[in-house]
C-alpha cells in the first residue's frame, strides 16, 4: 500500500460511517493498536487497553446495545428538539447512519481505561486525557493503512443514556471491575471518501500571545 504523509493524515482523517464488511487483516489491527499505546499519557502510566471485536455475533449484541443508546440520544433527544441547530441536524443526522449499520463493520475496537474515571474533573482529565490521544493514533494509523474508523461514546460507561433493554458493551465482553469502556471504534474499508474534515471557519481558534492577539 503507498504510504501517505502524517499532514495528509491528519487533513483527510473524518468519520468514515460507512464502511466495507471486509474483514481487516489481523495484522493491522494490532498495529494500529501498538501505534495507540505511543500516544502520551499521564504520569506514563499508560492507563489503556483495547478489546478487538471481529466475532459477528458478539459485534451484533454491540451493535444493538449502541443502536438502543443512540436512538435514545440522536434520534429522540437531539435531533427531535425543535431547537437543535441546522449544523447539529446535519451533524446528528450523519451519525444515525452508525446508530443503524455499527455491526456492518468488520471490527469494532472498544478502547478502555484500566482505572475507574474518577468523579473529579481534574483527575478525570487526565484520565480521558490519556485514553482519547491513543484513539486519535489510532484513527489516524488506520488512516495510513486505508482504514476508516469513527469516534463513538455513546453505550460505553459514560454515555448520557445507556442501553436498558440490550447487555452494555462492557457485559458483553466481560471486563472485570476497574475497566471501563471509553470508546467504540469501528473499523473498516471505507465505502466513502477521504477528505479534509468539515470545519467551521469562522471560530477563532489562534490567538497570539494574549486572548485578544
Ligand atoms: C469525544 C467524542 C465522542 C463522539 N461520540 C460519537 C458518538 O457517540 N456517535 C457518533 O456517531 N459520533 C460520535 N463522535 C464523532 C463526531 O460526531 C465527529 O467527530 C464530528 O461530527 C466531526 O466529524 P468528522 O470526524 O467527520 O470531522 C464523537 C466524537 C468525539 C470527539
Not at 499521564?42 to 451484533?60: I, L, S
Not at 449544523?87 to 446528528?92: A, D, F, I, K, L
Not at 452494555?168 to 467504540?184: D, F, H, Q, S, T
Request: aromatic fraction near 8%; hydrophobic fraction near 40%; charged fraction near 20%.
Amino acid at each position: 500500500m503507498e504510504s501517505i504523509s502524517v499532514d495528509t493524515a491528519i487533513f483527510t482523517t473524518r468519520s468514515m460511517r460507512h464502511l466495507r464488511p471486509d474483514p481487516v487483516p489481523r495484522e493491522d489491527l494490532e498495529y494500529i493498536v501498538e501505534a495507540a499505546t505511543m500516544a502520551p499519557s499521564a504520569g506514563n502510566y499508560q492507563m489503556w487497553t483495547f478489546v478487538v471485536v471481529t466475532d459477528e455475533n458478539t459485534r451484533q449484541k454491540i451493535g444493538a446495545a449502541y443502536q438502543e443508546s443512540g436512538n435514545a440520544y440522536i434520534r429522540d433527544t437531539v435531533l427531535a428538539n425543535p431547537d437543535t441547530d441546522e449544523e447539529r441536524m446535519h451533524v446528528y443526522g450523519k451519525a444515525m447512519y452508525t446508530v443503524d449499520h455499527l455491526a456492518e463493520a468488520p471490527a469494532i475496537v472498544v478502547a478502555c481505561s484500566t482505572m475507574p474515571i474518577p468523579n473529579d474533573s481534574g483527575a478525570a482529565s487526565g484520565l480521558f486525557g490519556s485514553v482519547f490521544p491513543a484513539i486519535q493514533n489510532l484513527m489516524l494509523a488506520a488512516r495510513g493503512r486505508g482504514l476508516g474508523t469513527v469516534l463513538l461514546t455513546l453505550a460505553t460507561d459514560h454515555t448520557p443514556l445507556p442501553p436498558k433493554e440490550n447487555t452494555p458493551v462492557r457485559e458483553l465482553l466481560n471486563l472485570p471491575e476497574g475497566i471501563e469502556v471509553v470508546a467504540l471504534i469501528p473499523v473498516g474499508y471505507p465505502r466513502g471518501k477521504w477528505g479534509r474534515p468539515r470545519r467551521d471557519e469562522n471560530l477563532k481558534v489562534l490567538h497570539w500571545n494574549t486572548w485578544e492577539g
